[in-house]
């Protein structure tokens, strides 16, 4: 079985540009997450959706934005980019209807580069 | 505000003795936990879960220990092998959806 995959895979991109991150989840799992993981710390929590709704949603500014479409595959936008959102962009599925204790399975990551 | 802290940034271990890798926590809220290993450039990959009802979890050459008054869970590696050697990260389940994750402890069996 495929696990989670994530495209692009590294991404460069200048200051004040808008960058799109995709993600296709687990076949059968229902919720998405994303997480920003920068240098040196531990992933963070940005967003989860589940069955096409926000969940719940970390202490992240405006400029993310995330949607998941019919077919549980998932976008994270960020507008407006500043260096400090260089990090590796992760996203993570799990079946979703255990809520939090569902296990969460994650893809390799989107590596963003902000110059 | 660090409410999961992995204080060790970095373990060596002889292969075949045994890892233990710490997690301290502040959070009372805090009712779920987890385990993640990750390697370079992958994402990272469960391990191992308990509940804050346990005080012990098994799952073959791992185990996860909690001490609840302590704010404290530590996670055990018996016998450590070459291939264990990744950064290792402990979360924290805050309501019902969100992660908390340590900054990670880079563990390498020495062969």
């Known amino acids: 079985d495929a696990g989670v995959t994530q495209s692009p895979t590294h991404l460069i991109k200048t200051r004040g540009q808008h960058v799109t991150l995709r993600c296709s989840p687990i076949s059968g799992h229902k919720s998405v997450s994303w997480y920003q993981q920068v240098l040196g710390q531990g992933p963070q929590f940005i967003f989860q959706?589940?069955?096409?709704?926000?969940?719940g949603r970390g202490n992240f500014p405006d400029r993310f934005s995330a949607r998941q479409f019919p077919n549980y595959s998932s976008e994270l936008n960020v507008n407006a980019l500043l260096l400090g959102d260089s990090a590796l962009y992760l996203c993570?599925?799990?079946?979703?209807?255990?809520?939090?204790?569902?296990?969460?399975?994650f893809g390799p990551g989107t590596r963003l580069t902000v110059l | 505000d660090q409410q999961v802290k992995q204080n060790s940034p970095s373990l060596s271990v002889q292969e075949g003795r045994i890892s233990i890798l710490n997690c301290d926590y502040t959070n009372s809220m805090f009712d779920y936990f987890l385990w993640y290993k990750k390697y370079p450039a992958e994402g990272p990959t469960f391990l191992i879960s308990i509940s804050s009802i346990k005080d012990k979890n098994e799952d073959g050459r791992f185990t996860v220990f909690l001490n609840k008054s302590a704010k404290h869970l530590s996670l055990h590696i018996v016998p450590s092998q070459p291939g264990d050697s990744a950064v290792y990260f402990c979360?924290?389940?805050?309501?019902?959806?969100?992660?908390?994750f340590g900054t990670g402890t880079r563990l390498k069996v020495l062969a």
């Open positions: 979360a924290a389940l805050l309501g019902t959806y969100k992660y908390i």
């Open positions: 959706y589940y069955e096409k709704e926000e969940r």
């Open positions: 993570a599925s799990s079946p979703g209807s255990n809520w939090g204790t569902d296990t969460q399975y």
